[in-house]
Every structure is written in C-alpha cells, then in structure tokens.
C-alpha cells in the first residue's frame, strides 16, 4: 500500500525535524558546556588539594569536582533511562488461542506492509493501542510494538470496524516517511526526563548533600546550574511539542487514510462515532458496580453487561440498529455541542471526531465484501474469557465480606430501575436536562397563548434553546479567562466570524444580550408548559396540587443556592485539619466548627426522610449518615492528637451531604416533572420525537 502523506503532513514535519536539529544543537552546547565545566571543576579540585593537601582542602577539592560530575550526568541519565509500559491490566494473548483474531492482523499486516506485532494484549478498555518499551536507543535500534486491543471495543463493533481501527493503528508504523514522529516522541521523552523525571536524580544529589556540610555548598550550586539548564529545556520542550502535536493531527489523518484503504471509509467512521457511546456503556456498568462495593456484589461478566446496556440505552435513544448495534450519526455527537467558540488548540494531539469524520467522507472509499458480523466472533470461548478477565479486574477491589454476583437478568433490572429514577420521561425530548421548571407568578401577565401540543412544548428547537444557553454561558467564561491570563494564542473564530483578544469585551456584551434574550425566551416556554398542564390538571380536580408541586420547586430552588454555600463553608472551615495547626488554634476552630454541626446534624436528619433519597442511596451510605446525625457533639481532638474515626465521620458526612442536597433537587424535579406528565393525555404519552438520555 502506498499511501501518499498531505501537503500538511510535509510541512509539520518539516517543522518536526527542524526543531529536532535545532534541539541537537542546543543540547550539544549544553553538554560540551557541562564536560568543559566538570574538566575545569576537576582540574580546580585537584589543584586545590596538591596546593595544599590537608582534609578541608581535599574535602573542598571533592566538592568543587562534584559540580561538573552532576551537571554532566544531568544532562546524560536519560541514556539509562528504559520506559517500561505496565502490564499488569493485560492479558497476553497466543496465536494458538485465537486464530480468527490473528488471521484479521496477519491480512491487515499484509496489507498495511507494517511489522507483525511482537505480543498481542487484550484489555478492558474501549480502545486499541500500539505501544513499545522505549529507552534513548530505540530512536536508532528498530522495536518492535505490542497490540492492545480492548474487549470492550470488541464487544461495540463489528468484524469490518474492528478491522478498520487495527488498521489505522499499525498505519501509524507502515512507512518510513511516519518515522519522523517517533523521532520527535523520543526526543520530547529525553527533555521530559531532564525536566520532570528526576526522583532518583534528587534522591542522589541529597544523599551526597548529606555527607558533609562542604558537599552541601557545592551540591547548591550544581542545582543552580541545572536549573537553569532546565529553563532552557522548557523553552525546547514548548517549541518541539507545539510542532509535534499539529505533525501528530496530520499523523492521525495519514493513518485514517490507510484504515479507509484497507476497510472503507465508513467502517472507520462508523467505529469512531460508536466508541463514546460504547464507552459510556461500559462506564455505567462499573458505576453501577461502585455502587456495590459496600454491599459485596460485583460482576460475573462486565462485557455482556456492557452490551446489555448499549442495547438498552440505543433503543431508549431512538437509534437506528444496523447489525445488531447502535448507528450513531454526527448528529448525535453534536447535539448538545451548541458553542460557537472555536479556539484552535496547538496542544491537541488528535484531531476532533468531526474533522476525522469529514475527511472520511471526502475520502468516500468503498469497499467490497465486507463483514458485518459482531467482532466478538473472533474470540474463541469468549463468555469464559469475559468471565476470566472480568474476575481479575474485580478480585483488584477490597470487599468487606464474601462477594456475591448478581444474574444478567437481575443486572438489568436493577439498572433499568435506577436509570429510569435517574432519568426524564422521554416526552420532554431532553427540554429539561439543563432547564429547571421555574415559575415566578405563572399566571400573572399575559392570557395563556393557546394551541399547544405536548409535541410543540417540547420540540426539538426547544430544547435547543436550552442547550444554546449553557454554550453562550460557558462561551462567556472562556472569553473572560482568556482576558485574565497569558495566552499564546492571538485570534480565535466566533460564530464562523474571526476576533483578535481585543475584540473579547465587545464580543462578550454580545454574548451577555443573547443570554438575556435565551433566557426570556426559556422562561416563556416554562409558562406555556406550566399553563398548558395546569388546564390539564382541572380536567381531574388536580390543579391545586400541581401549583403546590411547582411552588414547593421554587421554594427549593431559592434554598438550594443557600445549602451549597453551606456545604462549601464546611468544606473551608475543616481544611485546617488536613495541615499542621497549633494545638490552641485548633481547639477554638473545633468549637466555632460544632455550632454549624448542629445546623448540619439537623439538615441530613430530614433529608433522610425523604423516600426516594433512602432509595437512592446504599445501605453503608446511609449507615454513616445516621450515625453522624444521631450523635451527640462528637469530639475530635483531645489536646494533643485527633480522632481519626470521628473526623473521617464528620468529614464523609460533609461530603455526602452535597450529595444529598443534589439529589434532594433532582428528586424534587423528577416529582414535578412525573406529576405533571401523569395529567397527559394517554395518547400523548407516546413520544414523536427524537428522544435524549438524560445522563448522555
């Protein structure tokens, strides 16, 4: 395969390899600097001890020579220096094992006319990777790489993607012209070890600081010299990564370009758009699973959970299924993405899923008899490999007790129950992920504007009104720190239109008059919806128990801000404990601490009452909270040390208390939001739009 690189992969790497050469010089300087002053130190030493040979001149001389041998080994330890990857999360797979595997990698190999990998690893991960132990000499020396390959990414693509991701993976290693950026990433691991990687460097020079009083002088002004040095090398390291970060972009597009040739360029695409949902799937397994640890349960199999899960959240998304897995488009990826910041980002290593995902389809390379079929083929005997791996990542957890395991049926319907207590009805087509139903004298004002339907009131454009707001919002507070500090950067794009840093506080009263004008806009669609189910509501006699929820919210609301700050001061008045205090001082911060405590003890008291909060919350959770707020005053310092237990009481009780009052809010809000979705029409209740997880 002969895949030519870009005009812009030509020139980044251009850029790459003159700051490679600039560097050598640079640090040939150094070094010829270094021998010049370790000889100079050397001969100064010995000429002090001959002038005059007597311990403190020979314990002078020692030290004065010292200078030289540091800066110098500074300056060279890299060479000794091997970067070993930890494999302790993976698990070596044979050819003899997995066959089918391996022939996929023997043809992609064929194909790409890249080395064979040296081992093939599989790992939890939603991802496939290829790494080496890399040292000084590997920028001279060939090495060959390993293969990582997820099961996790396995289990979410099929036979054809899979091949596509590999593909892009040994692309990176398929012609000589891509051997500029291993040049590059050796030399930013060399100047990365001169500048960060210096524990057992210190380690030496304070050993030999340690011996004598006259080595610690001298040890002072070897330092002063490395840090300078140091300085210099930050300079290189900002210069060589900016240019190896934008070759690194142009590297990724080079090796999509090859995975397109070898499996077409919407396999590739396809994967790409998948692997977030895919991720997030598997995530929300092992956050179900966090969960658990106080109740010893953990998984039998974390990867068919995981494929349960992206079945369940596909369908209840609305996906379109196309070979039994969820079609993501670029649509979904972007759909709570409503900035109109574009801020180029020099450190980026990869190019953006939706830049990736446009050059695939300007490649537009189809291809031929391709298989569909589920990755997870591949593998022989996958549901005790699954298992095995499985086991091995939770036999990592420490459990209180005897574990149990819970059935794929059981999994599910403990994790459908939670997500549907953690979720909106789909109806609302996502109107309330980042809007709360706030009312402030609903039905004062203008006469209710008529004809709505709940499909009107939660529309699409809605909703992205919603979701236009928190982008302006957070547009605003990246235009307002781009003020506040020193950055590189001299223009940015706004709404497809270009801006110097000049033009920041014009723009952002721009942007303060659309959020203005977004936020009436959001609290007239509240009206509607509040008025359009109130009406409802005296259909059945229930009107005044819908007001009552909606003013309660309000209530809550006005409260919430209020607790937070609360939380926060907790959180400020108890730092004294994590850092050396007075003994005096921390008895009188102790006693202002106990009159909040009371407030606290009394707060989580009735947040305990509430039955969704008890359902929430696991059984050791709640076991803290009800020791902490049934206590008497607790002491936690008896004059001379601390309580540890008590303290770490009060501290998980601090701690769990945001909790509460978040999940007091969101309860409060799903309460409102159920109710009034109870007063629907039956057949309203069926969605006709395109529905939104809550928690994506």
């Not at 190999?109 to 890249?114: C, D």
């Not at 977030?276 to 092992?286: G, K, T």
């Not at 110097?500 to 942007?511: A, G, V």
């Not at 509501?537 to 003013?551: D, P, R, W």
Request: glycine share 4%.
């Amino acid at each position: 395969m002969n895949v030519q690189v870009s005009p812009n992969f030509r020139k980044y790497g251009k850029k790459s390899i003159t700051s490679i050469i600039f560097f050598s010089f640079v640090y040939l300087a150094l070094l010829l600097s270094a021998v010049a002053l370790t000889v100079a130190c050397v001969a100064g030493g010995i000429y002090i001890i001959v002038l005059r040979p007597m311990i403190f001149t020979f314990m002078v001389g020692i030290g004065l020579g010292s200078i030289g041998f540091m800066v110098l080994f500074f300056l060279i330890k890299f060479i000794f220096i091997r970067n070993k990857t930890d494999r302790s999360h993976l698990r070596e797979i044979k050819r003899t094992e997995y066959p089918q595997l391996f022939r996929m990698i023997d043809e992609i190999v064929a194909e790409v006319e890249s080395p064979s990998p040296k081992k093939v690893y599989l790992s939890t991960e939603v991802n496939a990777s290829v790494f080496y132990d890399s040292s000084f000499w590997s920028m001279f020396f060939p090495i060959r790489k390993n293969l990582q390959i997820g099961v996790g990414l396995i289990n979410a693509v099929t036979q054809q993607e899979l091949k596509a991701i590999l593909a892009h993976e040994f692309g990176h290693f398929s012609q000589k012209s891509m051997k500029v950026g291993s040049y590059v990433y050796n030399v930013n691991q060399i100047i990365y070890n001169m500048l960060y990687n210096n524990t057992g460097f210190e380690s030496m020079i304070q050993n030999w600081s340690n011996a004598s009083g006259y080595f610690a002088f001298f040890t002072s002004l070897a330092v002063r010299i490395i840090v300078g040095i140091q300085w210099v090398l930050k300079k290189m390291y900002t210069y060589i990564n900016i240019n190896y970060m934008a070759l690194s972009r142009e590297m990724e597009f080079h090796a999509d370009e090859i995975a397109a040739n070898v499996a077409g360029s919407q396999a590739l695409k396809h994967s790409l758009l998948r692997l977030e949902f895919a991720n997030f799937a598997l995530d929300s397994v092992f956050t179900f699973y966090d969960a658990k640890i106080p109740d010893n349960i953990r998984s039998q199999n974390i990867f068919s959970e995981q494929a349960r899960v992206m079945e369940y959240l596909g369908k209840e998304n609305n996906y379109i299924f196309e070979h039994d897995l969820p079609h993501i488009t670029m649509e979904d990826t972007t759909k709570y993405n409503k900035s109109k910041l574009n801020i180029k980002d020099q450190w980026a290593s990869h190019p953006s899923m939706q830049e990736r995902a446009a050059a695939l389809d300007k490649l537009n390379i189809h291809k031929e008899n391709t298989v569909n079929s589920p990755a997870f083929l591949l593998l022989e005997e996958r549901e005790q490999l699954s298992e095995t791996i499985t086991k091995q990542l939770f036999d990592r957890v420490s459990y209180s007790d005897v574990t149990s395991t819970l059935s794929h049926d059981e999994f599910m319907e403990q994790f459908c129950k939670k997500h549907q207590r953690n979720t909106f009805q789909k109806i609302y087509n996502g109107f309330y992920d980042y809007n709360n139903p706030l009312v402030e004298d609903a039905e004062a004002g203008t006469e209710p504007e008529s004809g709505y339907t709940p499909e009107e009131l939660f529309s699409s454009a809605r909703a992205n009104t919603t979701y236009e707001l928190v982008a302006l919002e957070n547009d605003k507070a990246t235009l307002e720190s781009l003020l506040q500090e020193v950055h590189t950067i001299k223009t940015f794009d706004y709404d497809h239109a270009k801006y110097t840093l000049d033009d920041i506080p014009q723009l952002i009263e721009r942007i303060n008059q659309e959020i203005e004008e977004k936020k009436a806009e959001i609290i007239r669609y509240n009206k509607n919806v509040y008025r359009f189910f109130i009406k409802k509501a005296e259909e059945t006699g229930q009107a005044a128990v819908l007001k009552k929820k909606y003013n309660d919210f309000y209530k809550l609301d006005q409260l919430f801000n209020d607790k937070y700050d609360f939380y926060k001061q907790l959180i400020e008045d108890t730092k004294f404990t994590f850092q050396q205090t007075p003994f005096e001082e921390i008895t009188a911060r102790l006693s202002d601490l106990s009159r909040k405590e009371v407030r606290l003890r009394e707060e989580i008291k009735t947040l305990l009452e509430n039955p969704m909060i008890r359902e929430e919350f696991s059984g050791k959770t709640l076991e803290t909270l009800e020791k902490y707020s049934s206590a008497d005053e607790m002491s936690y310092f008896n004059g001379v040390t601390y309580s540890d237990e008590n303290l770490d009481l009060l501290m998980n009780s601090i701690i769990l208390y945001s909790s509460l009052i978040s999940f007091e809010y969101f309860a409060a809000k799903k309460e409102l939001l159920d109710l009034q979705y109870s007063f629907m029409d039956q057949n309203n209740k069926t969605p006709q739009l395109h529905d939104s997880i809550d928690s994506l």
